[in-house]
């Protein structure tokens, strides 16, 4: 009966075992959950969205002249990455360390610091005085991008080409929530590696959709934990997993204690 005791209370201790790992191991599931970070709106008056965006070196601008597509486009045009829908129309150019680009029958200009319409009315203004009469200049910077991760149907990295894109826009185009996405607390990590900002947002509030910090900033990390039924479901069925092996190990050591014990 003193062997039956010990077996049963260490089958326990070893249930409770289990049950934590399991806990432990959805912790993937509610990343930046951290106390420290803190919860911040102000860091929406520096906001600098796409429509403000400084080029800088390494940036790549994709060019193109609307008014004659025999100048400033390839015949085959450059796709920097066909799985994010990207645009494929138009020339890449990559802006070098000292914030020049070179570009066809004009040479280098210098666009370092420059907002995206300064750019381009740069390179319309030159292009005029040297080879067009009248170009209509489309420039976009097409390396933004902001990463969306969690409870959505497309997770990955998604370009940001148009000036402005909302949080919204950016799920719609992830195919929308699954049903486990807790909508009610959709983080957004901002800023730079040494002070990132987290910015929630209530999507099951119908302001959030005119919410500033819900307009995306290149860099942003998006992400959409579980909801609390999912989690305890998914921590439910991991325990059930991890107790089967268990239970077979209880009921092998009772079989050999009956067998011992003739």
């Known amino acids: 009966m003193y062997i039956m005791r010990q077996l049963f209370f260490s089958y326990l ?9 399991s806990c432990s191991s959805q912790q993937y599931q509610v990343l930046f959950q951290k106390k420290n970070a803190i919860s911040d709106t102000s860091s929406q008056k520096n906001a600098v ?35 994010t ?62 990463t969306l991760l969690g409870e959505v149907k497309d997770q990955g990295n998604f370009p940001l080409i148009k000036d402005k894109t909302t949080l919204v826009e950016l799920i719609g185009q992830a195919g929308g929530l699954t049903d486990k996405a807790n909508e009610k607390n959709v983080k957004i990590i901002r800023g730079t590696e ?16 005119n919410d500033p910090a819900s307009v995306l900033q290149s860099g942003d990390i998006i992400y959409i ?24 190990l209880l009921n092998t050591l009772l079989i050999i204690f009956t067998l011992t014990r003739r």
């Open 13 to 21: 201790a070893l249930a409770v075992i289990l049950f934590c790992t």
């Open 49 to 83: 969205t796409v429509k403000y965006y400084r080029i800088q070196p390494q940036d790549i601008l994709q060019i193109r002249n609307l008014q004659d597509d025999r100048f400033i486009v390839n015949q085959t045009p450059v796709n920097l990455n066909t799985n």
């Open 225 to 248: 934990a579980q909801n609390k039924r999912a989690a305890r479901s998914n921590n439910l069925q991991n325990f059930s997993i991890i107790l089967q092996p268990a239970l077979i």
């Open 194 to 209: 040494k002070n990132p900002k987290v910015i929630q947002i209530d999507l099951g509030d119908l302001q959030s959709i």
């Open 85 to 146: 829908g990207m645009a494929n129309d138009g020339q890449t150019f990559q802006v070098k360390e000292d914030g020049t680009i070179t570009m066809p029958d004009i040479g280098t200009i210098n666009v370092l610091g420059m907002t995206r319409i300064e750019a381009q009315k740069l390179v319309e203004d030159s292009y005029r005085k040297v080879l067009l009469k009248d170009p209509i200049i489309d420039l976009k910077i097409v390396n933004l991008k902001v």
